[in-house]
């Protein structure tokens, strides 16, 4: 099973980006995703989850209301719309899978994930 997180970049504070992650080697259905970061000489953190089924979300406090998380199983991709983006947004964002889990199941810990992307970089002015 491979991620790969795209679509990070320079940005503007108060615009937005959306990152994509493409899923590859099994399909999309049975597995949880989840979104987050890492700041410079901060330690990853969570911002975003989706069942695998795509009715329930989670976020974090920092990013609640300004980030959405989607996901599109028949393309095997999940999605992080970032708007009002902040400063503080700046990072290395990661994309996670778990897989065969129940439909409902959301995921805010990294060690429940299963697997990784390589990350894309993040990056807001001011």
């Known amino acids: 099973v491979q991620l790969q997180a795209f679509g990070g970049g320079l940005v503007q504070a108060g615009g937005f980006l959306r990152l994509s992650c493409a899923v590859s080697?099994?399909?999309?259905?049975?597995?949880?995703m989840g979104w987050f970061r890492q700041a410079p000489g901060k330690e990853r953190e969570f911002a975003a989850a989706?069942?695998?089924?795509?009715?329930?979300?989670h976020y974090s406090d920092s990013v609640k209301g300004r980030f959405t998380i989607s996901r599109d199983n028949a393309k095997n991709t999940v999605y992080l719309q970032m708007n009002s983006v902040k400063p503080e947004d700046t990072a290395v964002y990661y994309c996670?899978?778990?897989?065969?889990?129940?439909?409902?199941?959301?995921?805010?810990?990294?060690?429940?994930?299963?697997?990784w992307g390589q990350g894309t970089q993040v990056t807001v002015s001011s």
């Open positions: 989706i069942s695998w089924n795509g009715d329930s979300t």
């Open positions: 080697g099994r399909a999309l259905s049975r597995t949880a």
């Open positions: 996670a899978g778990k897989i065969d889990v129940s439909s409902s199941s959301l995921y805010s810990k990294d060690r429940s994930y299963d697997y």
